[in-house]
């Protein structure tokens, strides 16, 4: 394997044409560059233009990044009661129009170190360019303004755009007219192969298959990409894609988290997820089922099931600690994940004292802290895997419902059927205790009579069946039993239990009794005679007087009907307990006494047999619910759990977002209503912000995940409101939505980057080319999956567990939690989104592509370029074992290797490659296979790679040679970017 990696690594370094992964360092220090100097001149232009400036645009965030902190919303922290983020500023320091008249000026331009603010030895400074800037705002009139975002939205007028037939529709408009007010214009339009990579990659995190890009090309009509479109939008990987941003939001794992991080179900949640945007229900349903399913009248299950969002949230499960402190970070959890997910605001800066920056007191934040305090959950959970804290309930799969309605639909034809018939039927017996014990069963005594279960024989005592019987003698209740059979005896329909009994006529017994055990409790009982021994309720089926003592000095047969004492059919009994109270007792022949069964009924026991088989099997997941009495919630001195205050506080909305909606409950389905309100600013802003986030690499707002002060200027406003009030006209259709941004000219532009562009505009802010980003984590490990044709593609189901370094969860989890055990088959093959999510050991492979550990909510994943990356590429099974099977592909498929080349190229980069690529790799390629023909061990070697096996029929040396260049592709720039 060593050879191949450095065959593989001589290999990358000598396709010069192909940008590699670390070139990005370098695109990464210019970007870096421009960017500051970009910056520079946009905040020059800004101050000594005649612009109107805007003191949401221009102001706010200078006053918010150097003065808030002590002049801001924070009350208990504020210096000389002066408060900057409100309008009363105005009139106590600003003399609009005159700056020299206006305190706030002369103080941040004050000659004296100790009079200037702000002050001196403080971490902030003003800039020249921010002082000059606020100068000019105050000459212009110092007009104040409410925060942008909390501003409700307004339909903007669409720009008039004249000279140009480049727009599609709004979208466009929008970004024409933006992109002529700073001298650009936009890029052309993307080649077709290149387009449909980039649109197949956004909505369903898969590149096309050959067929696709055949068709996509050879299609010359009007609507040929919209069709595409079309088509991408209702596929089921649809689905899957949508619900990866998801998960990363609602902060999605398979394990509870913390110091033993055991395993835990959530994977329902996730397939409702999955079928939820593949059924495209409205964004506003999408809220409320997974905020408040449970308390909308009479909620169907996937309703309860969606509430599991804000139960994803780690969980303890280590002994001795205490369960408030983490049942009340629970709570903080879902308060900072639901604000950042639907506000995007950072409610968790108020937990302790007032937001520094946003208008958000400590007392709201509880008031909101409230919606989410009331679940009767304990946040703990046992050290064992699968457990799950209440409130929960059992959650078939898709596959497992369907598998059950048939069923049921069987057992109800073949019941009428059965119930119809007028079969008359023979008895038959099963006899489970006779001369010997059932295998495998625990047997003991216990009470008077000892701690045996004690087997007598013929002549000297009185035996029923075979040769021998089973005696106890005991002065007061003494019993003896077998337990823990490991092949129960099972319960079907009209099933009698019976037993034969011999009582000692020098002896006799006052009462005797039959228990049984069910595989969880004996609460299972039957009784003759007095009532002597205690045991069960009376007249339940814990204790059925069934009649008299039975007469002594002869072999009685006792029958009890299973159904009387509890026993249901598809019960199994382990356990049978023999009870006495006094005397001598023998037993003997035990079992159950049942009606032969005719074809109809072994079919209907078949059919019930498959259904408690499934529904034994159906998961258990966390959902929410609501506890009665309602818990008291108070705000928490400092935030900690065990300091109260007396303040105690009701649900809530901070009073800067509005008031709580009449006729509307005060709880969580209430608050969901007002989240999808048009009383609402900020919901539908946030949201479309980050579906143009997820199609163009960044949102408006940069800060997705923060609408607040210290978040970042929408780069086109009125685009943003114009996108936020569609999608609310729209009736909240996600798909509709995607359709608007992949169908405009913007979206449809090329990524290639010109000299004036990389000047002008380096990051892309003003969308004057298309987006090109690396792929996340998870469509670089389907990407190679699906492009080999290793990848299975069914939907939903358990997490599963595919190749990762040995050892590693050895080095991070305590030794009495279980190890990693890798999957086989076809688990090691599904999409990526199914791998087993372990919080404190994150699959390594997408961790490296910047996948996060999902601990807390993330709304934008990071974007690194490490050494590491390259070698994951490299080296890690599924990726060698990709190229392997995709060698067979183009092997396979066609005889000449020029054709096989450009094949394997286009399976992996989505076009046909260049002829100075295809030249230089048909040379790498001639010259591995001279090297593999060489040293067949290598190439022996590298077919051991993954638990796949390999095509023996093809030749071994080429086999090798095309399985390392389809590596080598793999780790090339263009292979792994979206374009």
Not at 406 to 423: F, G, H, M, P
Request: glycine share 6%.
């Amino acid at each position: 394997m060593i050879v191949t990696v450095l065959k593989l690594n001589s290999i990358v370094k000598r396709i010069v044409v192909m940008p590699l992964i670390f070139l990005s360092f370098v695109f990464c220090f210019r970007f870096r560059k421009y960017f500051f100097f970009f910056i520079f001149l946009f905040n020059s232009s800004s101050v000594f233009s005649d612009e109107k400036l805007e003191f949401n645009r221009d102001v706010r965030s200078i006053l918010s990044d150097n003065c808030f902190e002590c002049h801001g919303p924070d009350a208990a922290n504020r210096k000389a009661d002066l408060r900057l983020d409100t309008k009363i500023f105005i009139s106590k320091i600003v003399n609009p129009g005159n700056p020299d008249l206006s305190e706030l000026f002369l103080r941040i331009t004050n000659p004296n170190a100790s009079e200037r603010m702000p002050p001196e030895g403080s971490v902030k400074a003003l800039s020249s360019a921010e002082i000059e800037k606020l100068k000019h705002w105050i000459e212009q009139g110092a007009q104040w303004q409410k925060h942008w975002s909390f501003i409700l939205p307004k339909r903007p007028p669409l720009p008039i755009i004249e000279d140009s037939i480049w727009p599609k529709g709004a979208i466009d408009k929008f970004v024409l007219a933006k992109l002529r007010s700073v001298g650009l214009q936009p890029s052309s339009r993307e080649e077709k192969e290149t387009l449909l990579r980039r649109v197949s990659f956004d909505l369903t995190g898969l590149s096309p298959s050959l067929a696709e890009i055949d068709s996509f090309i050879s299609d010359s009509s009007p609507r040929a990409y919209e069709k595409v479109v079309d088509q991408l939008l209702a596929s089921p990987r649809y689905g899957e894609r949508m619900a990866l941003n998801w998960l990363d939001a609602a902060r999605y794992a398979d394990s509870h988290g913390y110091s033993l991080d055991r395993r835990r179900v959530m994977w329902p949640w996730r397939d409702w997820v999955i079928e939820a945007f593949n059924k495209n229900i409205s964004f506003d349903q999408f809220v409320i089922e997974q905020l408040a399913g449970d308390l909308l009248p009479e909620p169907k299950l996937g309703q309860k099931v969606a509430t599991g969002f804000n139960r994803n949230h780690s969980i303890q499960s280590e002994g001795g600690v205490i369960d408030e402190e983490y049942r009340v970070e629970t709570v903080v959890d879902r308060v900072e994940t639901t604000s950042a997910v639907f506000l995007g605001l950072t409610f968790g800066c108020a937990r302790c004292h007032d937001h520094k920056y946003d208008p958000i007191s400590q007392e709201e934040f509880y008031q909101f802290y409230a919606l989410f305090n009331n679940v009767p959950e304990r946040a703990h959970v046992g050290n064992s895997d699968k457990q799950a804290d209440q409130p929960f309930l059992k959650a078939p799969s898709t596959l497992q419902y369907e598998q059950l309605v048939s069923l049921r639909v069987n057992e109800k034809q073949l019941k009428t059927e059965i119930d119809a018939s007028s079969l008359s039927h023979k008895l038959i017996e099963k006899v489970w205790i006779d001369d010997y014990l059932p295998e495998g069963v625990n047997a003991l005594g216990n009470g008077s009579g000892g701690d045996i279960f004690e087997f007598v024989s013929k002549p000297k005592h009185p035996v029923y069946s075979g040769n021998r019987s089973h005696r106890r003698i005991s002065q007061g209740r003494g019993q003896h039993l077998i337990q823990n059979a490991k092949k129960g005896l099972r319960i079907d329909e009209n099933t009698k239990l019976f037993s034969y009994v011999y009582l000692d006529p020098d002896n006799p017994p006052k009462q005797i009794m039959l228990q049984w055990n069910d595989g969880s409790s004996w609460e299972h009982r039957a009784y003759w005679g007095e009532g002597k021994i205690e045991w069960g309720k009376e007249n339940t089926s814990s204790r059925r007087n069934i009649g008299p003592i039975p007469k002594v000095g002869e072999w009685v047969r006792l029958e009890v009907e299973a159904e009387k004492v509890g026993l249901d059919p598809g019960k199994k009994i382990t356990g049978w307990a023999f009870t006495q109270f006094d005397g001598t007792v023998y037993w003997d022949k035990s079992g159950l006494l049942f009606p032969e069964k005719s074809n109809k009924e072994k079919q209907l026991e078949a059919v019930r047999y498959k259904m408690a088989k499934i529904e034994g099997e159906v998961p258990t997941t966390m959902i929410m619910g609501e506890k009665k009495p309602p818990r008291k919630t108070f705000v928490l001195n400092r935030g900690q759990y065990d300091q109260p205050s007396k303040v105690e506080v009701n649900v809530g909305l901070p009073s800067a977002l509005g008031q709580w909606p009449e006729n509307t409950p005060r709880n969580r389905l209430g608050f969901a209503q007002w989240l999808v309100s048009k009383d609402n600013p900020l919901t539908a802003r946030v949201t479309v912000n980050r579906l143009w986030q997820m199609h163009f690499g960044v949102g408006i707002v940069k800060s997705s995940e923060d609408f607040g002060s210290q978040g970042a200027w929408p780069t086109h406003p009125d685009l943003l409101d114009w996108l936020a009030s569609e999608f609310i006209i729209s009736d909240w259709n996600l798909k509709a939505m995607h359709k608007q941004i992949v169908m405009s000219a913007t979206y449809q532009q090329t990524s290639r980057v010109t000299h004036e562009l990389l000047e002008e505009d380096p990051m892309n802010r003003m969308f004057a080319r298309g987006p090109r980003f690396r792929l996340s984590a998870e469509m670089i490990r389907d990407h190679a999956l699906s492009s080999s044709g290793l990848m299975v593609s069914h939907i939903g189901g358990e997490s599963v567990k595919p190749y990762q370094p040995p050892g590693l969860w050895g080095e991070v989890v305590f030794t009495n939690v279980p190890r990693f055990q890798q999957d086989h088959g076809e688990k090691l093959y599904r999409r990526s989104m199914y791998t087993y999510w372990k919080r404190s050991v994150p699959p390594p492979n997408m961790q490296v592509f910047d996948a996060p550990s999902r601990e807390v909510c993330v709304l934008k994943r990071p974007s690194t370029n490490t050494p590491l990356a390259a070698l994951v590429l490299m080296n890690d099974p599924t990726f060698v074992e990709a190229s392997r099977k995709l060698a067979e592909r183009v092997l396979s498929g066609s005889k000449t290797n020029s054709i096989r080349v450009s094949r394997l190229y286009r399976l992996i980069c989505g076009r046909q490659p260049k002829p100075e690529e295809h030249r230089l790799l048909l040379g790498l390629l001639n010259d591995m296979l001279i090297d593999f023909r060489s040293d067949l061990n290598s190439a022996a070697d590298l077919m051991t790679v993954g638990e796949s096996a390999y095509d023996k029929s093809l030749d071994l040396a080429h086999l090798a040679a095309f399985t390392s260049l389809a590596n080598a592709v793999f780790c090339t720039d263009e292979a792994i970017t979206r374009n």
